[in-house]
């Protein structure tokens, strides 16, 4: 049975970091491309990163682009997205999705952060982060 579990949210203040985490169990992450999405009331689920399975390559929307970053840890079947400079509008719960696709790049560009949903086949449950002073 797979399960995604995403950790790590918090109360921030703008301009503060914070790292959130999404761990699995039932499946292997590194065979896997991941993305992270995240959602805010009222609004739709938006697409913000994607690591590659095939050579864990990364792939940014411009709403995070140079802020956000996506890493694995391997040893611990582990995706984790570092988020710096943050601001009042990254306030969203938080969600990771695996895929089959090899590249996110390829699967990406095409696509906008709305869509990108319709990429992914399992989700967490999400993580709330709210940057607020």
């Known amino acids: 049975q797979v399960q995604l579990v995403e950790s790590g949210g918090n109360l921030v203040q703008p301009g503060e970091s914070l790292k959130i985490s999404c761990a699995a169990s039932g499946l292997t992450l590194d065979y896997y491309s991941v993305g992270w999405f995240r959602q805010a009331p009222g609004k739709e689920r938006e697409g913000i990163a994607c690591i590659s399975k095939s050579d864990s390559s990364t792939y940014y929307f411009d709403s995070v682009k140079d802020r956000f970053t996506v890493f694995r840890d391997s040893a611990k079947n582990t995706v984790h997205l570092q988020m710096s400079r943050l601001k009042p509008e990254d306030t969203a719960v938080y969600y990771c999705?695996?895929?089959?696709?090899?590249?996110?790049?390829?699967?990406?560009?095409?696509?906008?952060?709305?869509?990108?949903?319709?990429?992914?086949?399992?989700w967490g449950q999400g993580t709330q982060v709210t940057v607020s002073s």
């Open positions: 999705a695996t895929a089959t696709f090899h590249r996110c790049a390829l699967a990406m560009e095409s696509l906008s952060p709305r869509t990108a949903k319709y990429e992914y086949d399992d």
